[in-house]
C-alpha cells in the first residue's frame, strides 16, 4: 500500500488489524475523491455521481464489514432525517407505561389484606374478653380493609391489561423504533460539530396528582374509580386496533395475479435463532469398573 494510503487509514483512527486489501479500498475511494473527513470513513452513498464513484464507495463499504443491528450508511441524511421523525410518532401512540402503580397497587392490596387479617383476629379477642365497643371497632376496621383490598384487585387487574397491551406495542414497534434509533446515530457520527435534538418519547405518563388518586383511606365511606383509570380501557381499544391494522397490511407481489408476498410489519414472525454463548457439554466420565473392564479387554486383545 502507497504510504499515503496508510497515512490516511492512520490518521482517521482505524484499527490496525484490518487486512490490507480492505484497508486499501477504503484509503483509495477516500483519496480518489478527495474524501477528508476524520470522523467518518467514508460518508454517505454518493447519488448523482459517475458509476465509478459508486462502486468505489460500495467496495468500501463492503471492507468495512457489517455493522451491529440495522445498517443505514447507505442512506443520504434526508432519509435518515425522515426515518428520525417518526420516533415521536411511534411512541405517540404507546399505552401507559404503569409498572411502578401496578408494584404499588399490590403492595396496597397485601397491606390491605393483612390488615383485615389482623383487625379480625383483634375483633375475636375483644369479644372472648366482653370488650363489645373494642370488637365492633375492628370489625368495622376488617370490612373497611376487605373492602380496599377489593377495590385494590380490581384496578390492579386493570393496570395488567393495560401492561400487556404495552408488551403488544412494544414487540409491533419495535423495528421502527430501533430504525430511528440508527438513524439517529448515524447522523451525529456524520455530522460531530451539528447539534441535533435528542430523540424524545411522546408516550403518556401518569402525574404525581393522577398516582396519588390510587390510595384509600381506611375507614373511608366512599370511594370514586379515579377518571384516568376508566379511561384506560378506550386506550386498549384504540392501540390494539392500530395493531390489528399492522398486521392486517400485506407485501403485494409484482405480478398482480399472484398472492401478497407476506407480512409487511413482520415483527409477529417466529424467530428462530439459537443461543450466542452456550455453555461447554458436560464431561461425562466413566465410571472405575468400566474403565477397568475396557482396560482388561485391550490387554486380552
Not at 480492505?22 to 483519496?31: F, H, L, P, Q, V
Not at 443505514?72 to 426515518?83: A, I, K
Not at 440508527?182 to 451539528?194: C, I, K, Q, V, Y
Not at 469398573?289 to 485391550?298: G, P, S, T
Request: proline share 7%; net charge negative; hydrophobic share 35%.
Amino acid at each position: 500500500m502507497p504510504s499515503a494510503l496508510c497515512l490516511t487509514i492512520r490518521s482517521t483512527g482505524w484499527n490496525g488489524s484490518i487486512e490490507q486489501h480492505k484497508a486499501a479500498d477504503i484509503g483509495a475511494y477516500r483519496e480518489l475523491y478527495g474524501y477528508q473527513r476524520a470522523t467518518d470513513p467514508i460518508g454517505p452513498e454518493p447519488t448523482g455521481d459517475s458509476p465509478e464513484k459508486r462502486a468505489a464507495w460500495h467496495a468500501a463499504l463492503a471492507a468495512l464489514g457489517p455493522v451491529d443491528g440495522v445498517d443505514v450508511r447507505g442512506l443520504p441524511d434526508g432519509s435518515l432525517l425522515h426515518m428520525r421523525a417518526t420516533y415521536e410518532t411511534e411512541t405517540a401512540w404507546a399505552p401507559r407505561h404503569l409498572g411502578r402503580e401496578l408494584e404499588q397497587l399490590r403492595t396496597s392490596a397485601d397491606d390491605a389484606s393483612l390488615g383485615a387479617i389482623r383487625a379480625v383476629a383483634e375483633e375475636r379477642i375483644a369479644r372472648q374478653r366482653g370488650q363489645i365497643e373494642v370488637a365492633e371497632r375492628h370489625a368495622g376496621l376488617s370490612r373497611s380493609h376487605a373492602a380496599m383490598e377489593a377495590i385494590y384487585r380490581e384496578q390492579e387487574a386493570e393496570l395488567e391489561q393495560t401492561m400487556e397491551t404495552r408488551r403488544e406495542w412494544e414487540r409491533a414497534t419495535e423495528a421502527s423504533r430501533r430504525l430511528a434509533i440508527a438513524a439517529d446515530a448515524e447522523l451525529r457520527r456524520r455530522h460531530p460539530g451539528e447539534r441535533l435534538e435528542p430523540l424524545r418519547s411522546a408516550e403518556p405518563t401518569v402525574t404525581g396528582e393522577e398516582r396519588g388518586q390510587l390510595f384509600l383511606a381506611p375507614g373511608a365511606e366512599a370511594y370514586q374509580t379515579p377518571e384516568w383509570i376508566t379511561r384506560l380501557a378506550a386506550e386498549r381499544r384504540a392501540v390494539r386496533e392500530r395493531i390489528d391494522e399492522r398486521k392486517a397490511v400485506r407485501v403485494p407481489s409484482e405480478d398482480p395475479d399472484y398472492e401478497p408476498i407476506g407480512e409487511a410489519w413482520t415483527a409477529w414472525a417466529e424467530r428462530d435463532r439459537d443461543a450466542l454463548l452456550k455453555p461447554p457439554k458436560p464431561q461425562m466420565r466413566p465410571a472405575p469398573e468400566i474403565l477397568q473392564r475396557f482396560a482388561d479387554m485391550e490387554a486380552g486383545r
